[in-house]
């Protein structure tokens, strides 16, 4: 028992030791940055404030570091692992170095205390001289800053101590000196330990400029909801500081579902099928809170069908289309919701089962989770399956009328989708609205003359001859026009709005771009014989049957 007691005390006495450093310049370290290019772009200094490696220094120096690397008094060379919170007002950082064993350090001193006016501190600095003693200096000025003070130093104001701690008598550090940019000082600064003290990382981190800014890895929040969102969101940027965050968290928590699931899901975006497909059957092991066994098999499905959509050509050993709709069907067997029938309709679609993925989108639509998107695609795979037309346009004005302005560009697309089936029906006033609708919704600038002519086609059929040659004007003027097919058609609205020496105008101009053109003397030709003008009517008719319109006999037959 003595024993057991002597070696605790012991224990106990090198974990003491190992707190704190009774000289503060041992704590201090320099610094070198890295740019992409593997040169360094900065050095500077910092300080250990806990015997893993946490140190504080200044943001300025890691401003688009790749890497950094961390040299201690002793001369010892440790790369910078982690970055644990990062603010460019205050030009702060605090990172994490990796280190072997244990680095002397220096407490901070406590929030609730602070110094006064006039206290004498002390003043380490980098040097690998053990001769080299700390300077003594003084607080000369003491201001607020935010919710933190900021000290004007008796310490001069060079470079060799940027970065460096200003600590009391005791050894708690103050703050860290910065350059006082102040006019014609002369002694330096250092902002109040506690914003060191307070930096972290969270979820919310992912979007931060400053840290955005340094491609070195970020540490993982504390709490496991915080971590897992980090990692998730780091998904979004760049692949390799993506992957760090997805290892490290799993390092911390490897049989967390969610987790495995979100790398499962990152390994298959970069391609990693067989290291994706061990962590989707791992994770069909285990489970998280708040992620259930179904939404392990969706996630699987979805990553399963980007793949074969994004390399329909290639064969991923088991991943395939089917293997696709197997997992969305498990999911939905584990858990029946309908979030997991729309992924099965999604694998329906690919594999050409319209009818079984119009079924199955029907039975989204009797739920809440009924949208436009799955009205639409239910119209289109009814479509496709052979279904009746009155039905898909049943299920296009469900998904219509479930949106709200400002429209989606995919629910324009709507409008134009309904519009051509309106059409087909023989609505052509209703197709006019429609593709009104569209026009609005998309802008005149984005719209071509296969749209124009398309509206003008409804417009004809609807009697509505103004707009018509409006809108076959509008397709003329666009660059690289089909003029022959335009033309012919504003020759026809005349004609059919009786407007009989404008169609033979343009029936002329036709001419003029193509001798040949069949449809340029019919249309000459028709307009002709409604002007009484049978002779030349029948003349210009002939032509056209020469050139091989069949159509003009009926014609000849009128005007004989």
């Known amino acids: 028992m003595k024993k057991i007691l002597y070696i605790l005390f012991i224990f106990l006495s090198l974990s003491a030791f190992a707190q704190e450093t009774k000289e503060p310049g041992k704590a201090v370290c320099n610094i070198i940055t890295y740019n992409a290019a593997g040169s360094p772009q900065q050095t500077g200094y910092g300080f250990f404030i806990d015997e893993n490696g946490t140190f504080v220094s200044l943001y300025s120096l890691f401003q688009n570091a790749v890497r950094a690397d961390v040299v201690d008094s002793k001369g010892k060379r440790f790369p910078v692992e982690r970055v644990m919170g990062a603010n460019s007002s205050y030009d702060v950082i605090k990172c994490r170095a990796k280190v072997k064993g244990s680095v002397p350090f220096l407490q901070t001193l406590d929030k609730e205390m602070t110094v006064r006016e006039g206290e004498n501190l002390v003043q380490p600095y980098y040097a690998t001289d053990k001769k080299a003693q700390p300077l003594e200096c003084s607080v000369a000025k003491v201001e607020e800053w935010d919710a933190y003070k900021y000290f004007t130093l008796t310490t001069p104001n060079e470079p060799k101590f940027f970065g460096c701690p200003v600590v009391t008598t005791e050894g708690k550090v ?18 109040d330990i506690q914003t060191a003290n307070d930096l972290k990382v969270t979820a919310q981190s992912v979007f931060n400029a400053d840290m955005n800014r340094i491609a070195i890895p970020k540490a993982l929040p504390a709490d496991r909801n915080e971590a897992l969102s980090f990692a998730f969101l780091s998904m979004r940027g760049d692949s390799v500081l993506a992957l760090t965050a997805l290892n490290d968290f799993l ?8 987790g495995l699931t979100n790398r499962a899901t990152f390994f298959a975006n970069h391609s990693d099928f067989s290291a994706a497909d061990a962590d989707f059957k791992k994770a ?39 293997k696709a709709f197997e997992e969305a069907q498990k999911a939905y067997e584990a858990e029946p919701l309908p979030l997991y029938l729309v992924q099965q309709s999604n694998c329906l679609l690919a594999l050409s089962k319209f009818q079984q993925a119009y079924e199955t989108l029907q039975r989204v639509n009797e739920t809440d989770l009924a949208s436009d998107e799955t009205y639409y695609l239910a119209a289109m795979a009814l479509e496709t399956a052979g279904g009746d037309s009155v039905q898909v346009l049943a299920l296009l004005d469900s998904a219509i009328n479930r949106l709200s302005r400002p429209y989606s560009r995919q629910s324009i697309g709507y409008f134009l989708v309904r519009a051509q089936r309106l059409a087909q029906a023989g609505q052509y006033r209703k197709a006019v609205r429609d593709l009104d609708e569209y026009e609005s919704a998309i802008g005149p600038k984005y719209l071509n003359a296969a749209f124009y002519y398309m509206r003008e086609q409804a417009e004809l059929e609807a009697h509505m001859y103004q707009q018509a040659l409006d809108d076959i004007h509008s397709a003329l003027l666009e660059p690289g026009s089909n003029f022959e097919l335009y033309k012919a058609e504003e020759a026809l609205i005349y004609l059919r709005a009786g407007m009989f020496e404008e ?37 210009n008719l002939q032509k056209a049957l020469e050139l091989g319109d069949e159509t003009a006999k009926i014609f000849l037959e009128r005007y004989k």
Request: aromatic share 6%.
């Open 251 to 258: 390092e911390r928590y490897p049989d967390d579902a969610e």
């Open 174 to 191: 103050v703050g860290m000196v910065q350059h006082n940019v102040g006019k014609e000082a002369k002694g330096a600064c250092a902002l």
């Open 503 to 539: 169609a033979l105008k343009s029936a002329e101009e036709l001419r003029a771009a193509n001798k040949d053109n069949a449809d340029s003397y019919k249309l000459a030709g028709i307009a002709l014989g409604e002007l009484g003008k049978k002779n030349e009517a029948r003349t």
């Open 284 to 322: 069909l092991e285990h489970e998280s809170p708040d992620f259930s066994q179904a939404a392990v098999h969706n996630a699987y499905s979805k990553a399963v069908y980007v793949a074969c959509i994004n390399t329909p050509e290639r064969k991923n050993g088991i991943w395939s289309m089917e």
